[in-house]
DNA sequence: TGATTATTTCTGTCGTAACAGAATTTATGG
DNA sequence: CCATAAATTCTGTTACGACAGAAATAATCA
């Protein structure tokens, strides 16, 4: 299993981004793997093709299967198991976004609207920073729910909406 | 120089918070004081009221700085640095996704120029890898596209387009 | 210009996460 | 069931970033 030098650029690549992205190298490296893969991967041939330890690949899938970005499958008369990440890029990122959402916009939500009701009830704090703090919980919230409205809406439609561009600005005012 | 609980409680949380937007803890905590702080504050205000090391926050300070999230002042007569924070909480994240712009998108998309065009010259390599790299290529450039039209949008407007939500998709039809 | 205060840079330590390889567990075919 | 293959979990090592404290540098005042 031998990667082509656009598919190994690719790779490499991805696993450098992915450690920006809260996950670490090897997990990315495999989703890019399994993501430009025109068939099914088992662990042993994600092994040879990226020379990490097998226990790697077996607790990066789990990890990327957790995340619902990479599933499992079988061949008949085949014991081994078989991986492929999801292959439609939006799809790919709405799942990627939407963990994030959980992960970090949700709990910082909770955190704020907390802040929030408890610096109301604190006599010595500055008004400006009660203020700052209920701005950013607004800002948080908006965006939010901002997300929670454009997740609704198929795929086609959101991306021509996004063509749009900022000409959106016309149709909205 | 002692936090109110729920400034306490926002620090904490937004230091947290840092680590998985790929800073640390340190900057993340200074940024967030300084933006509920009602006035800038000094290096060695921050060292006490978080407990880090003078060394700490100097360095933290000048990664912000880079950022272009803090700003430097100064007091008549008094020699020492002072340092606020932007406190427009738009402004704050327009800045923080043009930086995570610039550092992850854009390598992103040149990287997928260079793999898209020299994978096309690979023979041996499978139709399906190909059109991966594309539909991938494609996407980073509709989403970097929509960020740049979106940013030149002024805030108040984009706080009613945000607040519109999928109503967005009727104007749009 | 020397003394003092503010700031930055340097150096070493520590904690954490990634990872390899070994050991173990689980599954399957004879 | 036993033997073998596959997959997972466990354990120790390593690499890296965060950080404190020390040393060095820069700035200001007497």
Redesign the interface.
């Known amino acids: 299993m031998k990667l082509?030098?656009?598919?190994e650029?690719?790779v490499l690549?991805w696993g450098e981004?992915g450690t920006?992205?809260?996950t670490n190298r090897t997990v990315a490296q495999i989703q890019a793997l399994l993501?430009?893969?025109?068939e099914p991967l088992r662990a042993d041939q994600i092994v040879d093709a990226l020379s990490v330890a097998r226990s790697n690949v077996s607790t990066s899938i789990r990890e990327l299967q957790s995340y619902g970005l990479v599933r499992m499958t079988h061949v008949l008369g085949d014991r081994r198991d078989y991986f492929e990440s999801l292959?439609d890029?939006?799809e790919l990122?709405r799942v990627i976004i939407d963990q994030r959402k959980q992960?970090?916009l949700n709990?910082?939500l909770s955190?704020?609207r907390?802040?929030?009701e408890?610096?109301d009830a604190?006599a010595?704090?500055?008004e400006?920073?009660k203020e700052?703090?209920h701005?950013?919980l607004?800002?948080v919230e908006?965006?939010s729910?901002?997300y929670?409205?454009?997740n609704?809406?198929p795929t086609p439609?959101l991306?021509?909406?996004?063509?749009?561009?900022?000409k959106?600005?016309k149709?909205?005012?």
Chains 1, 2 share one sequence.
């Open positions: 082509s030098p656009a598919v650029k690719y690549h981004m920006r992205w809260g993501y430009l893969s025109p292959h890029v939006w990122f992960r970090e709990p910082t955190m704020l907390n802040a929030a408890e610096v604190e010595d704090t500055h400006v920073t700052r703090i701005n950013m607004e800002f908006t965006t729910t901002w929670e409205q454009i609704d809406i439609t991306k021509k909406l996004m063509k749009l561009g900022k959106i600005t149709l909205a005012s």
